[in-house]
């Protein structure tokens, strides 16, 4: 596609209820990353795969997050037994290796 | 570690009028710096990068940044500002030669423009 593409834009779940946030990279993109911004912050880096290998998964918060990109292409985040304190947008990135990261418009979550 | 440190949340400016946002950053290594402008419920658009080279980098819209090392700082500067420029502003870093590339963003500058 011509962007990278997030679905849902907005995802309201109960505390505790399972989730999964969507992201299509750029075609041909072997770069993506996934970040976590809470209202007011700047994006904080959750994890990054090249291909189908998660090389970094070191900002995921606790284990209730994984990240999977099976096919090296889309992406999915999960998160299990949301808490309040994951409400956030959450944003994915992809790029060629070692270039300029574009950002897709995120996904919105709140945890009700 | 790195950190990006962005000193003021909020920027208010009358059109036409020049800005500066200013952004420091600390590491103890090489790294790229970067600037991108958020709109409301938009993702990050890259407004410009710096990488090596000349330390005047200049982007998209009109802006312009200074890369400063002895003073580890990377402000970001437009001469004549519009209302179309009322966003959020992210100073970034990444490793100078990572192996992920992952950036490390500041706390943000909204930048205000008022008619």
């Known amino acids: 596609g011509a962007g990278v593409s997030q679905s849902p834009r907005y995802k309201v779940a109960k505390r505790g209820q399972d989730v999964a946030l969507r992201c299509d990279p750029i075609s041909g993109h072997v770069s993506l990353f996934w970040y976590q911004q809470a209202l007011g912050q700047g994006p904080e880096f959750l994890t990054y795969?090249?291909?189908?290998?998660?090389?970094?998964k070191s900002g995921l918060p606790s284990d209730r997050f994984f990240a999977e990109r099976p096919e090296g292409s889309v992406s999915t985040l999960k998160i299990q037994r949301t808490q309040q304190e994951d409400s956030a947008v959450y944003l994915c990135?992809?790029?060629?290796?070692?270039?300029?990261?574009?950002f897709g418009q995120g996904t919105r979550l709140t945890v009700v | 570690a790195q950190s990006v440190t962005q000193l003021d949340s909020q920027v208010p400016v009358f059109e036409e009028a020049p800005v500066e946002l200013r952004c420091n950053y600390s590491s103890s290594v090489s790294v790229y710096l970067f600037w991108y402008v958020q709109y409301p419920n938009q993702g990050l658009q890259l407004l410009l990068k710096?990488?090596?080279?000349?330390?005047l980098v200049k982007g998209i819209n009109g802006f312009e940044a200074e890369f400063n090392k002895s003073q580890t700082s990377f402000h970001l500067r437009k001469p004549s500002v519009h209302i179309s420029d009322t966003a959020e502003y992210f100073c970034a870093v990444s490793l100078y030669g990572g192996a992920t590339n992952k950036l490390i963003f500041g706390t943000g500058t909204l930048l205000a423009v008022q008619p």
């Open positions: 710096y990488l090596s080279g000349s330390t």
């Open positions: 990135a992809s790029s060629l290796a070692g270039s300029e990261a574009f």
């Open positions: 795969f090249q291909n189908e290998a998660q090389l970094d």
